[in-house]
């Protein structure tokens, strides 16, 4: 009976054994899970994740991955004595892979919404479509990098962390390839085999290479003389010759297979075997540019040296056509710019047609045919234009620039309102202005005068008229045989007139009756002075100009240089301008109307003494 019962126990303790030691499938199949999710993570990282993070957290994410193949293989292979921890265990390794998944593949954005995210060496899609989501105008800027692949971000012009509401426009750098002005330092490359030589020529995009060849002693296909060696910028011509050995023994060539060779081996190729040649450019859908498409001799041909022309049609990468961009999404014109290599400029503009963000027009057409490397400009809606408050009118005049607004300005005279200064908009501040509608403006000309007759009276009589009534005046000379020495002859404005404030009036005083010359000469004379001089002789007297005198300048660009000089002498006009007319600025800007030197003259203090020189865009 004991043996019997003792093996009983035995039995039990065995099979509860078994029950304790039999694995848990809950747990294997998280293990299994943690596994899978860990490799996703692995390739992911590899080739979706940022340059930083293929460079340095790889070995990080090499080994984390490592560690849970081991464990997982581990806990399939072995016995388990406590689920619950290995549960919590892979579901905490599963969400820290699952984070590390979302966050590369940027599915959701875990930067706090509210402030600026960093955007180095995020693509341009990505960019843009944050702006869009944050209601961010985003301006990209063009820059050359060795380093950020093409369409990618160099930097931003606001810091990670800065609050949403301080962001007035988000300016980002963004890649287009290798800088060709780069300077590097070329080696001497004298014995050099010329497999070497361009190979080092493509890796370090050298542009301007010329190759020579000669009979000489060295070795043939190496490198004899180099014009110039040290630091260069990459677009400098570095000249390269090349030894033939020492006689050419051939007078005929036979062709070789060019589609897919680089215009540069081609090239080489061609000019070491002394033949003549031509290139022509075309497009071409899966051969990049600057790599060989066709050419009219097929391979195995034989071309004498020196005779026919070798011709050699060069891609010019695919041929792009243009979709109809203003049914596309901001997004969606983006990834196509990046798909097919372009480049890309938002501009925006008011208009009550279009919805605010909603596209107005691009500057190419559906279907036109465009190569890569085009810049495409988008201008997107700012939705209705409403009237804005301005204090001064030089900041109407530089709104009203920048979105081409159409404005007429009106003169009318003010008791209140100081001269130059707005009496009124023909819009009220939230006011609604349509597309193609005008704006008014009424700009004070200052108190209303009347000018007095001043015919007859002396220079002190005429200048302490003037000056109680705050107008500029001027003297000039004239003999006359009716009115007496020292007394006003005429006036240049009439009397009765109605000028403004610090009208300059010119009064021509008598100098006396004519005297008698030698034959030949003049009988009068003349000449200038301004409301400080004083004298009243016979004689004339030498003109003169108050320097102290002047005001700011306004500056305002019309449609036109005709209109735009116009402009500049009607709110300026006491002022001395000498305009000229030109095809285009120093800064390359061709816009008819573009005042030149407008930066530099804009609400700069001028006197009225001198003569300001102006250059216009025709």
């Given at each position: 009976m004991?043996?019997?019962?003792?093996?009983?126990?035995?039995?039990?303790?065995?099979?509860?054994?078994?029950?304790?030691n039999k694995?848990?499938?809950?747990?294997?199949a998280?293990?299994?899970?943690?596994?899978?999710?860990?490799?996703?993570?692995?390739?992911?990282?590899?080739?979706?994740?940022?340059?930083?993070?293929?460079l340095?957290?790889?070995i990080?994410g090499?080994?984390?991955?490592?560690?849970?193949?081991?464990?997982?293989?581990?806990?399939?292979?072995?016995k388990?004595?406590?689920?619950?921890?290995?549960?919590?265990?892979?579901?905490?390794l599963?969400?820290?892979?699952?984070?590390?998944?979302?966050?590369?593949?940027?599915?959701?954005?875990?930067?706090?919404?509210?402030?600026?995210?960093?955007?180095?060496?995020?693509?341009?899609?990505?960019?843009?479509e944050?702006?869009?989501?944050?209601?961010?105008?985003v301006?990209?800027?063009?820059?050359y990098s060795?380093i950020?692949?093409?369409?990618?971000v160099?930097?931003?012009?606001?810091?990670?962390?800065?609050?949403?509401?301080?962001v007035?426009k988000?300016?980002?750098?963004?890649?287009?390839?290798?800088?060709?002005?780069?300077?590097?330092?070329?080696?001497?490359?004298?014995?050099?085999?010329?497999?070497?030589?361009?190979?080092?020529?493509?890796?370090?995009?050298?542009?301007?290479?010329?190759?020579?060849?000669?009979t000489?002693s060295?070795?043939?296909?190496?490198?004899?003389?180099?014009?110039?060696?040290?630091?260069?910028k990459?677009?400098?011509?570095?000249?390269?010759?090349?030894?033939?050995?020492?006689?050419?023994?051939y007078?005929?060539?036979?062709?070789?297979?060019?589609?897919?060779m680089?215009?540069?081996?081609?090239?080489?190729?061609l000019?070491?075997?002394?033949?003549?040649?031509?290139?022509?450019?075309?497009?071409?859908?899966?051969?990049?540019?600057?790599?060989?498409?066709?050419q009219?001799?097929?391979?195995?041909t034989?071309?004498?040296?020196d005779?026919?022309?070798?011709?050699?049609?060069?891609?010019?990468?695919?041929?792009v056509k243009?979709?109809?961009?203003?049914?596309m999404?901001?997004k969606?014109?983006?990834?196509?710019?990046?798909?097919?290599?372009?480049?890309l400029?938002?501009?925006?503009?008011?208009d009550?047609?279009?919805?605010?963000?909603?596209?107005?027009?691009?500057?190419?057409?559906?279907?036109?045919?465009?190569?890569?490397?085009?810049?495409?400009?988008?201008?997107?809606?700012?939705?209705?234009?409403?009237?804005?408050?301005?204090?001064?009118?030089?900041?109407?005049?530089?709104?009203?620039?920048?979105?081409n607004?159409?404005?007429?300005?009106?003169?009318?005279f003010?008791?209140t309102?100081?001269?130059?200064?707005?009496?009124?908009?023909?819009?009220?501040?939230?006011?609604?202005?349509?597309n193609?509608?005008?704006?008014?403006?009424?700009?004070?000309?200052?108190?209303?005068?009347?000018?007095?007759?001043?015919?007859?009276?002396?220079?002190?009589?005429?200048?302490?008229?003037?000056d109680?009534?705050?107008?500029?005046?001027?003297?000039?000379?004239k003999?006359?045989n009716?009115?007496?020495?020292?007394?006003a002859?005429?006036?240049?404005?009439?009397?009765?007139?109605?000028?403004?404030s610090?009208?300059?009036?010119?009064?021509?005083?008598?100098s006396?009756?004519?005297?008698?010359?030698?034959?030949g000469?003049?009988?009068?004379?003349?000449?200038?002075?301004?409301?400080?001089?004083?004298?009243?002789?016979?004689?004339p007297?030498?003109?003169?100009?108050?320097?102290?005198?002047?005001?700011?300048?306004?500056?305002?660009?019309g449609?036109?240089?005709?209109?735009t000089?116009?402009?500049?002498?009607?709110?300026?006009?006491?002022?001395?301008?000498?305009?000229?007319?030109v095809?285009?600025?120093?800064?390359?800007?061709?816009?008819?109307?573009?005042?030149?030197?407008?930066a530099?003259?804009?609400?700069?203090?001028k006197?009225?003494?001198?003569?300001?020189?102006?250059q216009?865009?025709e």
């Amino acid at each position: 009976m004991k043996k019997q019962e003792q093996k009983m126990e035995e039995k039990l303790d065995k099979k509860d054994l078994k029950v304790k030691n039999k694995n848990n499938p809950i747990v294997d199949a998280l293990t299994i899970i943690t596994i899978i999710v860990s490799l996703a993570y692995f390739l992911i990282l590899i080739f979706k994740g940022e340059i930083e993070l293929r460079l340095t957290n790889m070995i990080s994410g090499i080994l984390l991955v490592l560690f849970t193949i081991v464990y997982g293989t581990t806990l399939i292979t072995n016995k388990k004595n406590n689920a619950k921890l290995i549960i919590c265990s892979n579901l905490l390794l599963i969400t820290f892979f699952t984070y590390g998944i979302v966050n590369t593949l940027n599915i959701i954005d875990f930067v706090n919404s509210n402030t600026v995210t960093n955007f180095s060496s995020k693509d341009l899609t990505y960019v843009m479509e944050w702006g869009t989501d944050n209601k961010i105008e985003v301006e990209q800027i063009y820059e050359y990098s060795d380093i950020v692949p093409e369409y990618h971000v160099i930097s931003q012009n606001y810091k990670e962390g800065t609050a949403l509401d301080k962001v007035k426009k988000l300016i980002v750098s963004i890649s287009e390839g290798p800088n060709p002005y780069k300077e590097i330092i070329i080696p001497s490359m004298v014995t050099w085999n010329s497999e070497d030589v361009l190979d080092y020529i493509e890796e370090n995009h050298l542009s301007n290479v010329k190759f020579e060849f000669k009979t000489d002693s060295a070795p043939e296909n190496t490198v004899i003389e180099q014009n110039i060696n040290g630091t260069i910028k990459r677009n400098d011509e570095l000249k390269l010759t090349f030894s033939l050995g020492e006689k050419r023994d051939y007078e005929e060539v036979k062709l070789i297979d060019f589609t897919k060779m680089s215009k540069l081996r081609v090239e080489f190729y061609l000019k070491r075997h002394g033949l003549r040649y031509e290139f022509s450019e075309d497009f071409h859908e899966s051969i990049k540019a600057n790599y060989a498409i066709s050419q009219e001799q097929k391979p195995g041909t034989v071309i004498k040296v020196d005779d026919e022309k070798v011709k050699v049609v060069i891609s010019k990468g695919p041929k792009v056509k243009v979709p109809d961009l203003t049914k596309m999404s901001t997004k969606e014109i983006t990834d196509w710019i990046i798909k097919n290599k372009l480049k890309l400029k938002f501009k925006d503009r008011y208009d009550d047609n279009v919805k605010e963000n909603n596209i107005i027009e691009a500057s190419f057409k559906k279907d036109e045919i465009i190569k890569q490397g085009t810049t495409v400009e988008i201008i997107l809606s700012k939705g209705q234009l409403k009237m804005k408050k301005f204090d001064k009118l030089s900041d109407f005049l530089e709104w009203a620039s920048k979105y081409n607004i159409k404005y007429e300005e009106q003169h009318e005279f003010s008791d209140t309102v100081p001269i130059g200064e707005i009496i009124s908009y023909s819009y009220k501040k939230g006011d609604v202005i349509k597309n193609n509608d005008t704006i008014i403006i009424k700009i004070s000309d200052g108190k209303k005068i009347e000018v007095p007759n001043l015919k007859g009276l002396t220079k002190k009589e005429i200048s302490s008229k003037l000056d109680k009534l705050n107008l500029n005046y001027n003297f000039v000379y004239k003999s006359s045989n009716d009115v007496p020495e020292g007394k006003a002859i005429s006036q240049s404005i009439s009397s009765g007139s109605e000028v403004s404030s610090k009208t300059t009036i010119t009064i021509t005083i008598s100098s006396g009756k004519p005297k008698n010359k030698p034959s030949g000469s003049n009988s009068g004379s003349s000449g200038n002075s301004n409301s400080g001089n004083s004298g009243g002789g016979n004689q004339p007297v030498t003109p003169s100009c108050d320097k102290s005198k002047g005001s700011n300048l306004i500056i305002q660009a019309g449609h036109s240089g005709a209109e735009t000089i116009t402009m500049i002498k009607s709110l300026n006009p006491n002022h001395k301008f000498s305009f000229s007319k030109v095809h285009a600025c120093s800064n390359g800007d061709t816009a008819p109307g573009t005042v030149c030197n407008g930066a530099a003259l804009f609400n700069a203090w001028k006197n009225y003494c001198d003569t300001i020189s102006i250059q216009v865009v025709e």
